[in-house]
């Protein structure tokens, strides 16, 4: 029974890609030469702005059906709402420094920050720079062919104990995107696939990150949430279209450090 249901978890895991991952680090950094490893799961649930259409809505004559298609598929290549893996190795560098390399289903993301200590406490901030696979697999990716490039800036004031049994970090994360490529649209009536069609889009996004770690020595969990807002332009089959909605993406994984 633990068996399929894990299956199951990692299945669905694997076969859907969402939009920003979680960042699962405190403010503060590695010491020099540390190394941290970490795997889990993140997703992002659409909470305002849900662009739910008919399955035939790609081929309808009614131009607001067809408008709505277009702004579904444009969601799902920027804000890609669903559930993804997520695997980070982390590294401690000189003069309170660190950087990452991040896989999230749709991204690989290489990032450094610097961290002001403050204290008890940490003010840490960074730069990712992000290739973007928004044609990963699963039903909602489905017929699409769309890649790009973003960068991100997360802002983060954190605590943590003395002896690093827990740490709190909280802030803003600012990101920008661009994609293009090729989609699927739905097909007419009882048809099951539509044309493909050329897609193109820029995607902006303003988060706020919360997040907390508990563990003991080298081991810890850390569990994450983001509410972001999205507002993404482009263009799908030639025709512009616009979309705003808010998520809230959780995550969660475990860390191991040495």
């Not at 003010?123 to 696979?133: E, H, K, R, T, Y």
């Not at 769309?146 to 994360?173: E, Q």
């Not at 044309?195 to 770690?213: I, K, M, T």
């Amino acid at each position: 029974m633990i068996r399929r249901w894990a299956a199951a978890l990692l299945a669905g895991a694997c076969a859907g890609c969402h939009g920003s991952g979680p960042l699962l680090h405190p403010a503060h950094v590695l010491r020099p030469g540390a190394v941290r490893l970490g795997g889990g799961l993140s997703g992002d649930m659409v909470v305002a702005g849900a662009t739910g259409v008919a399955s035939n809505a790609g081929a309808s004559a009614d131009p607001a059906t067809a408008k709505g298609a277009a702004r579904r598929k444009l969601s799902e290549i920027t804000v890609s709402p669903g559930v993804a893996p997520w695997a980070s190795a982390r590294v401690g560098i000189e003069g309170e420094n660190e950087a990452g390399l991040t896989y999230t289903g749709r991204a690989i993301r290489l990032d450094g920050r610097h961290a002001f200590p403050l204290g008890e406490a940490a003010l840490s901030i960074g730069l990712g720079a992000s290739a973007l696979l928004a044609g990963g697999p699963g039903p909602s990716a489905e017929g699409i062919d769309v890649y790009g490039a973003g960068v991100d800036v997360p802002v983060l004031l954190g605590f943590r104990s003395d002896a690093d049994l827990y740490a709190l970090w909280f802030g803003p994360r600012l990101g920008l995107e661009f994609l293009g490529g090729e989609v699927r649209l739905p097909g007419a009536g009882a048809a099951p696939r539509g044309p493909v069609v050329d897609a193109s889009g820029q995607h902006l996004q303003l988060g706020f990150v919360l997040g907390v770690r508990a563990g003991f020595r080298h081991v810890h969990v850390a569990l994450e949430a983001t509410a972001t807002y999205h507002h993404a332009v482009g263009e799908i089959a030639g025709e512009p279209v616009s979309i705003d909605q808010g998520t809230i993406a959780p995550g969660g994984g475990l860390t191991v450090a040495f």
